[in-house]
């Protein structure tokens, strides 16, 4: 049994920005529409998959498809594929990009790093500026970045930009689905909405207090815009700890998804990522 997990599909290759993220967790529609001609029968309702991950006698070859961030090329792009399919996915939300108040950080960062070959950093910074290659520099930043408190991070990347003279208006980032929208995927009866924190932080780096509001305070914020009870989590990064599994739980998460292939029971459901399980069965794996 398999649980895949998909962040963005863009209609075109040329889309996907040699620098930043989606280098990293973007496919192609024709990827993913070659993914499930590939998998055929063996893809099915992301719940069976983990009835069955949970039950007495799996089924190792049937495989889900679950979606991190819900960005707004889910409903453009991947789900008039999936409606042609037939096949049930679980969708994770971060409430704050919901709430058009956030978007993911490392776009912003990998535009930077693309406009400015020369960037400006601060001095605990200053060595990711020596590192040769664009996406390189990227991967550098958004590494130190990443274990940041959320308000930290933030403001971190408003003083990063007016250092190199570029306005926030002026970054180009993926659109994220809006309350709205997900208000209107809640009754699509292919599209199941999960919980994935307030503001996508690595969640080991937060005190417990900051931990249970990005967890349980999004799972009341997802719950009271969509009026639907949501009874799965997905863990940014996939990171999480004891700590977490338990908050998670205490929130009243009935499963709790990572990004690692090995699960640790319910709280820390094991998960593949799609662009991996594509470059396998590519070689024949």
């Given at each position: 049994?398999t649980?895949?997990?998909?962040?963005?599909?863009?209609?075109?290759?040329?889309?996907?920005?040699?620098?930043?993220?989606?280098?990293?967790?973007?496919?192609?529609?024709?990827?993913?529409?070659?993914?499930?001609?590939?998998?055929?029968?063996?893809?099915?309702?992301?719940?069976?998959?983990?009835?069955?991950?949970?039950?007495?006698?799996?089924?190792?070859?049937?495989?889900?498809?679950?979606?991190?961030?819900?960005?707004?090329d889910?409903?453009?792009?991947?789900?008039?594929?999936?409606?042609?399919?037939?096949?049930?996915?679980?969708?994770?939300?971060?409430?704050?990009?919901?709430?058009?108040?956030?978007?993911?950080?490392?776009?912003a960062?990998?535009?930077l790093?693309?406009?400015?070959?020369?960037?400006?950093?601060?001095?605990?910074f200053?060595?990711?500026?020596?590192?040769?290659?664009?996406?390189?520099?990227?991967?550098?930043i958004?590494?130190?970045?990443?274990?940041?408190?959320?308000?930290?991070?933030?403001?971190?990347?408003?003083?990063?930009?007016?250092?190199?003279?570029?306005?926030?208006?002026?970054?180009t980032?993926?659109?994220?689905?809006?309350?709205?929208?997900?208000?209107?995927?809640?009754d699509?009866?292919?599209?199941?909405?999960?919980?994935?924190?307030a503001?996508h932080?690595?969640?080991?780096?937060?005190?417990?207090?900051?931990?249970?509001?990005?967890?349980?305070?999004?799972?009341?914020?997802?719950e009271?815009?969509?009026?639907?009870?949501?009874?799965c989590?997905?863990?940014?990064?996939?990171?999480n700890?004891?700590?977490?599994?338990?908050?998670?739980?205490?929130?009243?998460?009935?499963?709790?998804?990572?990004?690692?292939?090995?699960?640790?029971?319910?709280?820390?459901?094991?998960?593949?990522?799609?662009?991996?399980?594509?470059g396998?069965?590519?070689?024949?794996?």
């Amino acid at each position: 049994m398999t649980i895949l997990y998909v962040h963005r599909v863009v209609p075109d290759p040329c889309g996907i920005q040699a620098v930043g993220p989606d280098r990293c967790n973007a496919i192609s529609l024709g990827a993913f529409e070659e993914l499930l001609e590939h998998l055929g029968n063996c893809l099915c309702d992301w719940r069976t998959v983990l009835d069955g991950m949970h039950g007495a006698r799996p089924d190792a070859a049937r495989v889900g498809l679950t979606f991190d961030d819900a960005y707004a090329d889910f409903e453009d792009v991947a789900l008039p594929v999936l409606e042609r399919h037939g096949i049930r996915v679980l969708l994770f939300v971060t409430s704050m990009f919901a709430e058009q108040a956030l978007v993911p950080y490392e776009y912003a960062i990998a535009e930077l790093a693309r406009r400015c070959p020369d960037v400006l950093l601060p001095r605990e910074f200053e060595t990711c500026g020596e590192v040769e290659g664009a996406h390189e520099r990227y991967r550098c930043i958004v590494g130190r970045m990443k274990r940041m408190r959320p308000r930290t991070r933030a403001r971190f990347v408003r003083d990063l930009l007016n250092l190199n003279g570029v306005a926030e208006q002026q970054m180009t980032t993926p659109r994220m689905l809006s309350w709205p929208r997900l208000k209107h995927l809640v009754d699509h009866p292919l599209v199941d909405i999960g919980v994935h924190t307030a503001t996508h932080p690595y969640l080991p780096a937060l005190n417990a207090r900051e931990a249970w509001m990005e967890i349980a305070g999004a799972k009341r914020a997802v719950e009271r815009r969509l009026g639907r009870t949501s009874t799965c989590f997905a863990y940014p990064y996939g990171a999480n700890g004891r700590r977490d599994r338990w908050l998670a739980r205490m929130a009243g998460f009935e499963n709790a998804f990572s990004t690692s292939p090995n699960s640790k029971g319910r709280m820390a459901i094991g998960r593949i990522d799609v662009r991996d399980w594509i470059g396998g069965a590519r070689r024949g794996g």
